[in-house]
């Protein structure tokens, strides 16, 4: 077996790096239907609210305290960062964990893994190009919520500052910059999610199970960061810095909560990220 192998790997005009190329991967993925459906979604949402507010009428300040919600309809800047505050917690949570679970467990509930591998694919390289295809695509899906609810809210509230709750304005195109910041943050604080499905997308045939596995550990990590009585203990939780980009988007920017988060965010996805390569290099492939 290992002699065949061998001889496979040593083809002419085999290249390992040619096997499975990303853009026949992205085609693929783009052509399923949950990734149309989510992104229809996503781009819905942001007309969700704006009906919202159409009809509840403009958001105000409760007993004299202003928030971020009560600013929705000042400008089309503050319409975008409301759509990222309100998803940001859940809704962008489970493109990245469908992406991310449902990318290999799929293949194999298709029985389809074996005959990739039998290409040949190497398992490394089926392994990279699906988690690139997945990361690329979650990344997409958290620029689409923004870059509609910007073009909504500017047609429906005008191109304007964005106002800060807290006070004062920033300018439309320093605001565009920060929330620019924004989603990269969100993107890497996602990466413990990604992590967490791609893992369990290597360890089950059951994609429902690897994204419904990583949405539900994500929502136990928020739990624990709502029981106070763990005290720092919730410093190493992603969750508790999910929404540190807040401090982006103030006349005087503060980083270092982002920093924190980025870096608790990254070590936990590098460490799942490694385990998934490490289990699915000895799995035994049946299906």
Request: aromatic share 10%.
């Amino acid at each position: 077996m290992s002699t065949l192998l061998e001889r496979t790997e040593t083809a002419d005009g085999y290249r390992a790096r040619r096997t499975l190329p990303l853009r026949v991967e992205l085609v693929r993925q783009l052509k399923r239907r949950r990734t149309l459906v989510m992104g229809a979604v996503l781009a819905a949402l942001p007309f969700v609210l704006l009906v919202a507010f159409a009809i509840g009428g403009q958001p105000g300040g409760r007993n004299d305290r202003i928030t971020l919600m009560d600013t929705a309809t000042a400008s089309g800047a503050n319409f975008a960062a409301v759509n990222l505050f309100v998803s940001a917690g859940f809704l962008l949570v489970i493109p990245v964990a469908l992406f991310c679970g449902d990318t290999v467990a799929s293949e194999a509930s298709w029985s389809s893994l074996r005959y990739l591998l039998a290409a040949p694919v190497p398992r490394a390289r089926l392994l990279w190009s699906k988690l690139t295809v997945a990361l690329g695509l979650s990344l997409a899906a958290m620029v689409l919520l923004p870059v509609v609810a910007l073009a909504v809210g500017t047609a429906a509230y005008g191109w304007g500052p964005l106002e800060i709750p807290t006070g004062g304005a920033l300018p439309a195109a320093t605001a565009a910059q920060r929330l620019l910041a924004v989603i990269a943050y969100i993107f890497v604080s996602q990466l413990v999610t990604a992590g967490l499905a791609f893992w369990l997308s290597t360890k089950t045939d059951a994609p429902l199970g690897a994204v419904g596995g990583a949405v539900g550990l994500t929502i136990v990590g928020n739990v624990l960061d709502a029981v106070t009585a763990l005290g720092h203990w919730r410093d190493f939780l992603p969750a508790h810095w999910q929404f540190a980009w807040a401090d982006a988007i103030q006349p005087t920017p503060e980083w270092g909560g982002m920093i924190q988060g980025a870096a608790i965010s990254v070590t936990y996805a590098l460490v799942l990220f490694a385990l998934a390569f490490r289990g699915f290099r000895r799995k035994d492939i049946v299906s």
